[in-house]
Every structure is written in C-alpha cells, then in structure tokens.
C-alpha cells in the first residue's frame, strides 16, 4: 500500500538550489508510488511581514515551479495551505498542547528572531502550524531539507502527547531528510544555509536566474584557502558545498569531480561548475515559461487540490473535535 507523504514551501521568495535539491527533487521521486500532497504555505509566510501583492505572486510562482520541476498533478495533489481552512484551525487545538518550553528550544526561532526590532507570535508558534499541516493528513513520511529535523521531531511529539492524552487520533510522521545535499550551503558564507531571506541574493542560485546570473554567482561564490578541489566540510566547506551542488546536479560522484579536477584550480571547477547548474536548471526553466503562458491552468490544478485535500483534512477535524469534546450541533 502506497505511504502517504506530505510537504510545503514557503511562498517568501524565488526558490533556490537548496529548496530543489533538499526538497522538491525528493518530491518528484516520491509521487511515483506514494500517495502525496504538496502544499504552499502561504500562511507560514505571514509569520514575517509580507507585502500582499508580493505575496500572491510568489504564492503562484511557487506553484508554478512545483510543476515546472516534474511535480505532477495526475500524481500527487497540489494545492495552497490557506485554502484549506483546517490548517489554522488544527493549530489552535495542537498549540493547547505543544508547550511554551519545547517551542523556546527550536532553533529556528532564535536565527529568525535575533536582530529583529519585531517579532510576531506567530514566528514563535509558526512549528506548531507546521505539525497541523502533516498530522492534518495522517502522514506517514515528510520530505524536508535537513533545517526543518527538529521542527519534525516536535510534530512527532505533539501528535504522540495529543494521542495519549485522547486516544489514537494521528499518525506519528516520519522525516526523510537526504544525505548529500540535505543543507546546501550559501555562497556567500558556507557557514550558513542557503536561504531565500538571506541579505545578498549571492547568497543563493535562484530556479530562475538566467545562465549569466548562475555563472556571475558562482563565480563570485566565496572559496577557502588553497586551490586544490577536495571534498573535506571541516576544512573547505565552501568548496565542498560546491562539489555537492555539482554532484546532484552532473550525478557524478564526489570522488570522480575530486579525480577530474586534481591538478586544476578552483578557476577550472568554477566554470564547469556554471556549466552543470545551468544545463541543470534549464528543462525546469524551459517547463516554467510554458506554464506561465496558462495562468489559469495552475488556477484549476490548486482548485482541484484545494478540494482534494479539503476532503481529507475534514475527516481529521471531525475525529479531533469529537476526541476533546467539541459540541456537534
Ligand atoms: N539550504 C537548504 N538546503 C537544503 N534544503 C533546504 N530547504 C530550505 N533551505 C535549504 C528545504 O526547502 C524546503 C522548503 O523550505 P521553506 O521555504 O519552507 O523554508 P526554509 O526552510 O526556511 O527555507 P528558506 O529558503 O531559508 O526560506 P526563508 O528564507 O523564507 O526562511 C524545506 O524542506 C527545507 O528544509
């Protein structure tokens, strides 16, 4: 029997390397046999000041590029999070039992957080919302980049506290996080992941940028001391971060862009390095455009998806509602 598999992005920006490489290809491979929906969570979005007319456009531009990247909406259902109404609703009834003290320990919240002359309470609960949208469709596994590892391992616990206190109500999901190229690292900073709210868009490759943009940002990717292109995270994690970004996007092993290279310098790698992305991105490019020309095309796919995913989430709030005692009038 097919798994069901749940996953969102945030609708904040252009999606970049590491949101296609961490998540999205992980989506395309999964829709072949399992039975999946993958939202754009707009909500989530909201956590952060967003400007509206920005915000819809990114919403349909996020969808957009879930096609365009082979996500396939005969396969798996596709649809924004806003336009299923149980999302909110569960999280009201999920952050009654998530604590103030298990939210205080996610470390996303202390790197979104810092520095901020504001900060909304919804940026503080944002992991609890995020809980609501898989154990709304009894999820059994979630494809996510690495970053998301402990907001997953809270869901976990909010659906085993909320199941022991009521009786069987969710399943208890499981995360499937990648290895190479699970966090992909910004170019500007290895230190760090590649984001969409990063400062400078050096940080990232975004799916659209044109092929004299890859080439300019790779070019400008900061490098460590040396010259020799060598795997080693400690040590030349920029570097490394690299060779991972050409190794899923060539299918060449690490070892064999460590062989091909020996000898050369980072110049060399740089330049073949654009080539890859570029030759990598471009059917995902090529696809976008087509879509863009049928905007009412999405429309009616994330209408279906809306309708589809509706129908399952309505099964859970019943169960929910009746389990904590709502009256049923
Ligand atoms: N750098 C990354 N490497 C690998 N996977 C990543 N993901 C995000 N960044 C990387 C994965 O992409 C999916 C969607 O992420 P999201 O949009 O929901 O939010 P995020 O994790 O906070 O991603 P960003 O790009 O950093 O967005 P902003 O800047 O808006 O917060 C998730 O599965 C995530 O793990």
């Excluded at 980049?145 to 009521?166: M, P």
């Excluded at 290279?261 to 490019?285: H, I, N, S, T």
Aim: aromatic share 8%.
């Amino acid at each position: 029997m097919s798994r069901r598999v749940f996953s969102g992005v945030q609708p904040t920006g252009t999606l970049h390397i590491g949101n296609y490489l961490g998540a999205i290809q992980q989506f395309t491979e999964l829709q072949q046999e399992e039975d999946c929906l993958f939202c754009i969570v707009d909500l989530h979005a909201l956590t952060v000041p967003q400007d509206p007319v920005v915000l819809r456009e990114a919403t349909l531009k996020t969808a957009g590029i879930y096609l365009a990247s082979g996500i396939d909406p005969k396969k798996a259902t596709v649809f924004i999070q806003s336009s299923v109404g149980a999302h909110a609703e569960l999280a009201w009834f999920l952050n009654c039992i998530a604590t103030f003290g298990e939210l205080n320990r996610m470390t996303q919240f202390k790197e979104k957080s810092t520095n901020q002359e504001t900060v909304s309470s919804a940026l503080f609960t944002y992991p609890v919302l995020m809980a609501a949208d898989i154990l709304l469709y009894q999820t059994d596994v979630v494809p996510v980049g690495d970053d998301q590892k402990q907001h997953l391992e809270l869901s976990r616990d909010i659906a085993q506290r909320f199941n022991h206190r009521y009786g069987e109500t969710f399943k208890v999901p499981e995360p499937k996080i990648l290895g190479v190229g699970s966090r992909i690292m910004g170019l500007d900073d290895a230190s760090k992941k590649m984001s969409k709210s990063a400062d400078t868009d050096l940080n990232r490759i975004e799916l659209l940028d044109s092929p004299d943009v890859i080439r300019k940002k790779i070019k400008r990717a900061v490098t460590d001391s040396g010259r020799d292109v060598y795997y080693d995270e400690e040590n030349k994690a920029a570097v490394s971060n690299l060779m991972t970004i050409y190794s899923r996007f060539s299918g060449d092993s690490l070892d064999t862009i460590q062989e091909r290279y020996a000898g050369k310098g980072y110049g060399d790698f740089k330049k073949d390095l654009a080539e890859v992305v570029v030759e990598g991105l471009r059917p995902l490019q090529g696809r976008y455009e087509e879509l863009s020309r049928e905007p009412q095309y999405l429309l009616d796919i994330l209408k279906e998806g809306a309708e589809k995913a509706g129908a399952i989430a309505e099964q859970t709030m019943k169960d929910v509602k009746e389990k904590v005692g709502i009256v049923r009038l």
